[in-house]
């Protein structure tokens, strides 16, 4: 393949008659090529290395269809909860968030395993958040939960996320050097 610059400075080193002619063709000839390889790979995050990785299920796009049924299970939720309360949207609306979480974090954990995008900070982040609210529901279900106690249990938080983010970073770094070494 060819680019631009290429064909220029060809086309200058030359310095005869058809130079110009060789110019333009090789321009064409980039312009082409660049053209059908965005059509063919849409964007291109300059932050990702490699190919994105398949899912074991391939044909069938399953994450994304878990996100699009929970998106719509989602907004439908919210407009049964203006309508009848929690009782009658609550369901759906939870069921609507989880599917939408699981297949965005589906793609996010092989994504990140396979080297291709760090999503240390969400995959970090998440069981952090569903550890304090089970432990927050659970404790307000049974007794009143002091201020202080959340306080505290803040600082737990960062430490459970300080060393999940360790972990989580060494392993994408590992699988980033794995790619790399193989272009």
């Not at 030359?14 to 333009?24: E, I, S, V």
């Not at 049974?142 to 459970?160: K, S």
Request: no cysteine; aromatic share 8%; net charge positive.
């Amino acid at each position: 393949m060819v680019t631009v610059a290429e064909a220029t400075h060809a086309g200058d080193q030359r310095g005869d008659a058809k130079a110009g002619q060789g110019k333009k063709a090789a321009g064409g000839r980039a312009r082409r090529s660049r053209t059908r390889t965005r059509s063919h790979g849409g964007f291109r995050d300059p932050l990702s290395v490699g190919e994105r990785p398949q899912a074991p299920w391939h044909p069938w796009p399953l994450s994304e269809m878990l996100i699009l049924i929970g998106a719509v299970g989602t907004v439908v939720g919210m407009a049964r909860l203006g309508h009848g309360g929690i009782s009658n949207g609550g369901p759906v609306l939870f069921a609507g968030l989880a599917a939408v979480v699981l297949g965005t974090l589906e793609i996010t954990w092989r994504e990140h395993n396979a080297g291709y995008r760090s999503h240390t900070l969400i995959l970090a982040l998440l069981p952090v958040v569903v550890f304090h609210s089970v432990l927050a529901l659970v404790l307000a279900a049974f007794t009143t939960v002091p201020r202080l106690f959340n306080v505290g249990l803040l600082f737990v938080d960062a430490a459970i996320f300080a060393l999940l983010f360790k972990v989580l970073r060494a392993r994408f770094l590992d699988a980033r050097a794995r790619v790399v070494s193989r272009l």
